[in-house]
């Protein structure tokens, strides 16, 4: 028993398993949407680049700029009053000292300044330990019971020596003596330090993590020294982020009582001008120095301010150390002067970058001199002004919606050229805001912002016109030439899609007698026929502006001023029809060659043109799933009816009277006046016989003359002499008009000779206009 075939199985609902990837796909092209849509991706550019800002991520690329206008504004004055001398390599090598000079000699250093009478000495070093320098001699027993006396035992030496600050270790009957030199080298300096009067000594805030806790420590000058000192002042101060120093602390707060220490530049500034100390000072606000609102200074947070620097590294006046204890220099160096003593030796590494520091000048600046610059800051009045990252935002957002008001503009050049004008114009006006004002404006932000809101809805926009550009190439390179699609393409702009309403020239043409030349044909190579004819005609339209509506079949349907404007639409539509009528004799000569070949019957191709000119609806037509660029209105039908005509007059090339007005050039005569069925109005037709050359000569002229007597006879009802000049007509048809092979004008005016006979027989009336009614459409 055969098996009963089964059935195949319903196909099953998807499940949601299923319907998972479809769902994850739909999400991703909805995210895709949004995020590529412009509106988005311009507010999330302009916003992002703000929120960067205001994070600081464009930090780095601030302080890059800043030290850039720093090095195109170059130098500046400075005070002359600020001496720096110098524990230099010049000082190591004629002393033979190593650091740390002994302060004795220190302090001859120190007297040296003093004695010039200077108005205060800063010395950016620190003193936190009491001198290890020691001295020792090695003496026999017997020189020391010499000095003794011989009244003392050795104990008893050792113990008296040990009150004076000497201790004693004896070995086999000598003695090694070794004096606290340290304690007598503080006490010389002490004293140098308070007969100067006005010296200003290191201390330091630090915080102490190794044992877990911060323990903070406010750690200063042993107490001698402290004590001999004019005053003490605190040494701290933080290079920014990419290691360079731009500002230095007016005062240090004390998180541990809550107290602000005055820098030692500060100090020093507040020494020279013999201000007294401000007593009252916040982390954040002004501290007056002197009087006037230029002795102002806008603290930064945490008590920091801006410096302005003069230059690079020895913009000020060094001078060796080495030098003033032996009176290289007079006092009178010194006098009323501002005289720092510091490190400049690389090799005590107190170095530092600052804004100067650049690929040409590569040469580090010493921390005294940083503080020198800071000190002349304060003095000038003069401080670098900045403004929080917020400040910065604020602009990068201004500076972006401008940028983006900036992609309006449709033509890219001038967007460009008006961006570059935004970018230099900001980049000038805050190089102008720094050298005129000391002022600071956040710069890579803005600059950012700008680019990133011009060129991502730029290159979005672009990207959206290039994909319309494809969308046009494959929407019109089926009906334009290449050059045409490429002009739409370039333009959009002179394309406009849609039901637009417009004066446009419409063309139908058909391959007469095609029933009997399909006969010859099996169905391949019947296709293979209609390619060879269609495609030079279709090169032809395209070459003269023309657009391709549509094939059907043997025929074409073409129009003009559309897409493209246009303006002598019905001057190339009438070109093109003579340039078709022309092909046809280099085309004929092929297919009867291929015929010939082929051992195949050859039939003349000839092909009829109708031509019209009106207003048209042009646009993408259909449905909602399938359309077409195509024509449609009254004027559309009546170049199909105008063609159809054609076969009736037995005349090649038709058009209507508004394409024949507006072509006036080409040579042509008047058809007929026609009321055709289902109309009133009467339609004037003509046939299109050449070149406007063609027009000019006098065989044309004649023949042209006698048409139109011969019209006014016929139309007047004037039959005998309009018979007479039918056959006038007939004898002057010259060469080369655009006709039928071997009918010519014939029929067109046997037509007239047989509605003569007609009218004698059946006249037309007294009211009649010359018009005939067609039974037909």
């Given at each position: 028993?055969?098996k009963?075939?089964?059935?195949?199985?319903?196909?099953?609902?998807?499940?949601?398993?299923?319907?998972?990837?479809?769902?994850?796909?739909?999400?991703?092209?909805?995210?895709?949407?949004?995020?590529?849509?412009?509106?988005?991706?311009?507010?999330?550019?302009?916003?992002?680049?703000?929120?960067?800002?205001?994070?600081?991520?464009?930090?780095?690329?601030?302080?890059?700029?800043?030290?850039?206008?720093?090095?195109?504004?170059?130098?500046?004055?400075?005070?002359?009053?600020?001496?720096?001398?110098?524990?230099?390599?010049?000082?190591?090598?004629?002393?033979?000292?190593?650091?740390?000079?002994?302060?004795?000699?220190?302090?001859?250093?120190?007297?040296?300044?003093?004695?010039?009478?200077?108005?205060?000495?800063?010395?950016?070093?620190?003193?936190?330990?009491?001198?290890?320098?020691?001295?020792?001699?090695?003496?026999?027993?017997?020189?020391?019971?010499?000095?003794?006396?011989?009244?003392?035992?050795?104990?008893?030496?050792?113990?008296?020596?040990?009150?004076i600050?000497?201790?004693?270790?004896?070995?086999?009957?000598?003695?090694?003596?070794?004096?606290?030199?340290?304690?007598?080298?503080?006490?010389?300096?002490?004293?140098?330090?308070?007969?100067?009067?006005?010296?200003i000594?290191?201390?330091?805030?630090?915080?102490?993590?190794s044992?877990?806790?911060?323990?903070?420590?406010?750690?200063?000058?042993?107490?001698?020294?402290?004590?001999?000192?004019?005053?003490?002042?605190?040494?701290?101060?933080?290079?920014?982020?990419?290691?360079?120093?731009?500002?230095?602390?007016?005062?240090?707060?004390?998180?541990?009582?809550?107290?602000?220490?005055?820098?030692?530049?500060?100090?020093?500034?507040?020494?020279?001008?013999?201000?007294?100390?401000?007593?009252?000072?916040?982390?954040?606000?002004?501290?007056?120095?002197?009087?006037?609102?230029?002795?102002?200074?806008?603290?930064?947070?945490?008590?920091?301010?801006?410096?302005?620097?003069?230059?690079?590294?020895?913009?000020?006046?060094?001078?060796?150390?080495?030098?003033?204890?032996?009176?290289?220099?007079?006092?009178?160096?010194?006098?009323?002067?501002?005289?720092?003593?510091?490190?400049?030796?690389?090799?005590?590494?107190?170095?530092?970058?600052?804004?100067?520091?650049?690929?040409?000048?590569?040469?580090?600046?010493?921390?005294?001199?940083?503080?020198?610059?800071?000190?002349?800051?304060?003095?000038?009045?003069?401080?670098?002004?900045?403004?929080?990252?917020?400040?910065?935002?604020?602009?990068?957002?201004?500076?972006?919606?401008l940028?983006?008001?900036?992609?309006?503009?449709?033509?890219?050049?001038?967007?460009?050229?008006?961006?570059?004008?935004?970018?230099?114009?900001?980049?000038?006006?805050?190089?102008?805001?720094?050298?005129?004002?000391?002022?600071?404006?956040?710069?890579?932000?803005?600059?950012?912002?700008?680019v990133?809101?011009y060129?991502?809805?730029?290159?979005?926009?672009?990207?959206?016109?290039?994909?319309?550009?494809?969308?046009?190439?494959?929407?019109?390179s089926?009906?334009?030439?290449?050059?045409?699609?490429?002009?739409?393409?370039?333009?959009?702009?002179?394309?406009?899609?849609?039901?637009?309403?417009?004066?446009?020239?419409?063309?139908?043409?058909?391959?007469?007698?095609?029933?009997?030349?399909?006969?010859?044909?099996?169905?391949?190579?019947?296709?293979?026929?209609i390619?060879?004819?269609?495609?030079?005609?279709?090169?032809?339209?395209?070459?003269?502006?023309?657009?391709?509506?549509?094939?059907?079949?043997?025929?074409?349907?073409?129009?003009?001023?559309?897409?493209?404007?246009?303006?002598?639409?019905?001057?190339?539509?009438?070109?093109?029809?003579?340039?078709?009528?022309?092909?046809?004799?280099?085309?004929?000569?092929?297919?009867?060659?291929?015929?010939?070949?082929?051992?195949?019957?050859?039939?003349?191709?000839?092909?009829?043109?109708?031509?019209?000119t009106?207003?048209?609806?042009?646009?993408?037509?259909?449905?909602?799933?399938?359309?077409?660029?195509?024509?449609?209105?009254?004027?559309?039908?009546?170049?199909?009816?105008?063609?159809?005509s054609?076969?009736?007059?037995?005349?090649?090339l038709?058009?209507?009277?508004?394409?024949?007005?507006?072509?006036?050039?080409?040579?042509?005569?008047?058809?007929?006046?026609v009321?055709?069925?289902?109309?009133?109005?009467?339609?004037?037709?003509?046939?299109?016989?050449?070149?406007?050359?063609?027009?000019?000569?006098?065989?044309?002229?004649?023949?042209?003359?006698?048409?139109?007597?011969?019209?006014?006879?016929?139309?007047?009802?004037?039959?005998?002499?309009?018979?007479?000049?039918?056959?006038?007509?007939r004898?002057?048809?010259?060469?080369?008009?655009?006709?039928?092979?071997?009918?010519?004008?014939?029929?067109?005016?046997?037509?007239?000779?047989?509605?003569?006979?007609?009218?004698?027989?059946?006249?037309?009336?007294?009211?009649?206009?010359?018009?005939?009614?067609a039974?037909?459409?």
């Amino acid at each position: 028993m055969a098996k009963k075939k089964k059935s195949p199985p319903p196909a099953a609902e998807a499940s949601s398993e299923d319907n998972l990837p479809k769902k994850k796909a739909g999400r991703f092209s909805k995210l895709r949407a949004i995020l590529l849509n412009r509106s988005f991706l311009i507010v999330t550019v302009t916003l992002l680049v703000p929120v960067l800002a205001a994070l600081g991520v464009f930090q780095s690329l601030e302080y890059s700029v800043s030290n850039q206008y720093f090095q195109l504004r170059g130098p500046i004055a400075h005070s002359e009053d600020i001496i720096i001398v110098a524990i230099d390599d010049e000082s190591f090598q004629q002393t033979g000292l190593q650091w740390p000079w002994p302060r004795d000699y220190i302090a001859k250093i120190v007297a040296g300044i003093s004695a010039g009478k200077p108005k205060a000495i800063s010395i950016d070093a620190f003193f936190f330990e009491p001198s290890n320098d020691k001295a020792s001699i090695e003496v026999s027993g017997a020189d020391v019971q010499k000095i003794s006396g011989g009244t003392m035992t050795s104990e008893q030496l050792i113990a008296a020596l040990s009150t004076i600050g000497m201790s004693v270790e004896s070995e086999g009957g000598n003695f090694k003596l070794t004096v606290d030199a340290g304690q007598a080298q503080d006490k010389v300096f002490a004293g140098a330090l308070a007969e100067a009067g006005n010296v200003i000594l290191n201390s330091e805030i630090n915080v102490d993590n190794s044992g877990g806790a911060s323990i903070e420590r406010y750690i200063q000058p042993i107490d001698i020294l402290k004590d001999a000192a004019y005053l003490t002042a605190a040494a701290n101060f933080t290079a920014d982020a990419d290691g360079f120093v731009r500002r230095f602390p007016m005062f240090v707060v004390s998180k541990r009582d809550k107290q602000a220490h005055y820098t030692w530049p500060a100090m020093t500034a507040f020494t020279y001008m013999g201000q007294a100390l401000p007593t009252q000072m916040r982390a954040t606000g002004n501290v007056t120095i002197g009087t006037g609102p230029d002795k102002t200074v806008a603290t930064l947070r945490s008590g920091f301010f801006n410096i302005n620097f003069r230059g690079p590294a020895k913009t000020y006046r060094y001078i060796p150390a080495y030098q003033i204890p032996i009176g290289d220099h007079p006092p009178e160096t010194f006098t009323d002067k501002i005289v720092l003593i510091g490190a400049t030796s690389p090799s005590l590494q107190d170095i530092w970058p600052t804004p100067y520091l650049s690929r040409t000048n590569s040469t580090q600046t010493p921390g005294v001199e940083v503080g020198a610059h800071a000190i002349d800051t304060i003095l000038h009045g003069d401080y670098i002004i900045t403004y929080p990252v917020n400040m910065g935002a604020l602009i990068a957002l201004i500076v972006g919606l401008l940028a983006v008001a900036l992609t309006r503009i449709e033509k890219l050049a001038i967007g460009l050229a008006l961006l570059a004008v935004l970018i230099v114009g900001y980049l000038a006006g805050s190089y102008f805001l720094f050298t005129q004002f000391n002022t600071v404006v956040a710069v890579a932000g803005p600059l950012v912002a700008m680019v990133l809101s011009y060129a991502v809805p730029t290159v979005e926009r672009a990207a959206a016109e290039a994909k319309k550009r494809q969308e046009i190439k494959g929407a019109f390179s089926a009906y334009l030439s290449p050059a045409m699609v490429e002009i739409v393409a370039k333009d959009p702009s002179k394309l406009q899609l849609g039901g637009e309403e417009r004066e446009m020239t419409i063309l139908f043409s058909d391959i007469r007698g095609f029933s009997g030349i399909s006969e010859l044909f099996d169905a391949h190579g019947l296709v293979g026929y209609i390619n060879k004819f269609l495609t030079p005609m279709t090169n032809v339209i395209q070459d003269h502006k023309g657009t391709i509506d549509k094939y059907v079949g043997d025929c074409i349907m073409a129009f003009w001023n559309a897409p493209l404007d246009d303006v002598e639409h019905a001057t190339n539509a009438c070109a093109c029809a003579v340039a078709l009528n022309r092909l046809l004799a280099p085309l004929n000569v092929t297919f009867k060659a291929a015929a010939d070949a082929a051992g195949r019957k050859h039939l003349q191709l000839r092909a009829g043109i109708g031509m019209n000119t009106g207003p048209t609806v042009v646009g993408n037509m259909g449905s909602d799933t399938r359309f077409n660029y195509t024509v449609m209105g009254d004027s559309v039908n009546v170049a199909s009816r105008l063609e159809s005509s054609s076969k009736q007059y037995g005349i090649v090339l038709v058009v209507g009277e508004t394409t024949r007005a507006l072509a006036p050039q080409f040579a042509a005569l008047e058809i007929d006046k026609v009321v055709v069925k289902g109309k009133t109005e009467a339609l004037h037709s003509f046939t299109l016989l050449g070149e406007p050359d063609i027009a000019l000569t006098p065989e044309f002229k004649k023949l042209e003359e006698a048409h139109i007597e011969m019209l006014r006879l016929f139309r007047s009802q004037d039959w005998e002499g309009a018979n007479a000049k039918i056959t006038e007509c007939r004898g002057l048809e010259p060469e080369g008009l655009c006709v039928e092979p071997g009918v010519g004008l014939g029929k067109l005016y046997d037509m007239y000779a047989d509605r003569i006979v007609h009218y004698i027989e059946e006249p037309p009336g007294a009211d009649w206009d010359g018009s005939y009614h067609a039974k037909e459409k």
